[in-house]
């Protein structure tokens, strides 16, 4: 069935560091592939997506390709701030399986200053 | 603020009582999605409403769970004879049907079965 796997954390960076969290997938189809930030108290954001193969999703300074070929969508950003502090969820939603998303089991980011 | 909202935002109950949680989806969204998140974990999919209709239930969800959504507007999701396995944080998420499915998370209720 539909997976995601992703890295595991807790990552701490100092501000202005690069920053990667590996994300894999399994899909029977061809899913979509999303980044889900979840900051300290709230709910689940989105922070990008794509829905095909090499899409690039991009959002406050953070991309993810989609590479078909090693079934992948790892989020990168060039410097991290503080304020990036949160626990980040990559997942896949897949129309053969009715939409529903799966999870990663998020990684926690802490930056430091 | 037009997003999802959920009621109530924390829930504590003793083993064997029901419980009974809201979900109000935004309000052009024509599906509504559960999910359950434990410690650690990412959120699990539980079942989820295409209007009024449930199409899909994950088998995560025992028989002592049900969920309805009866004028295809906001949802309910009851626990019945709660045990302290089902303490988690329980999201709701609404979308339109079609591709990307972009699904946009409520906050959440946080249910404590002591």
């Known amino acids: 069935g539909d997976s995601v796997t992703q890295m595991e954390g807790p990552v701490t960076l100092s501000e202005e560091a690069f920053l990667t969290i590996n994300c894999t997938y399994t899909a029977t189809g061809y899913p979509s592939l999303f980044w889900y930030v979840q900051y300290p108290g709230e709910g689940l954001q989105l922070l990008l997506k794509a829905t095909k193969a090499d899409d690039k999703g991009s959002n406050k300074g953070f991309e993810a390709t989609y590479r078909k070929e090693t079934t992948s969508f790892h989020l990168e950003k060039g410097s991290v701030q503080v304020s990036d502090s949160a626990v980040y969820f990559c997942?896949?939603?897949?129309?053969?399986?009715?939409?529903?998303?799966?999870f990663g089991t998020g990684t926690s980011l802490t930056v430091i200053p | 603020d037009t997003g999802v909202s959920q009621d109530p935002r924390h829930k504590i109950t003793k083993r064997g009582q029901n419980v009974t949680f809201r979900c109000d989806p935004i309000s052009e969204h024509n599906r509504l999605y559960w999910y359950r998140q434990t410690l650690g974990q990412g959120p699990e999919f539980l079942t989820y409403f295409q209007n009024e209709a449930q199409l899909e239930k994950s088998r995560l969800l025992s028989d002592r769970f049900s969920a309805e959504r009866p004028k295809g507007s906001f949802s309910t999701l009851e626990i019945q004879r709660t045990e302290q396995g089902d303490s988690a944080m329980y999201l709701c998420?609404?979308?339109?049907?079609?591709?990307?499915?972009?699904?946009?998370f409520g906050p959440g209720t946080r249910l404590t079965v002591l």
């Open positions: 997942a896949l939603s897949d129309k053969n399986t009715g939409n529903q998303f799966y």
């Open positions: 998420a609404s979308s339109l049907a079609g591709i990307p499915n972009e699904q946009f």
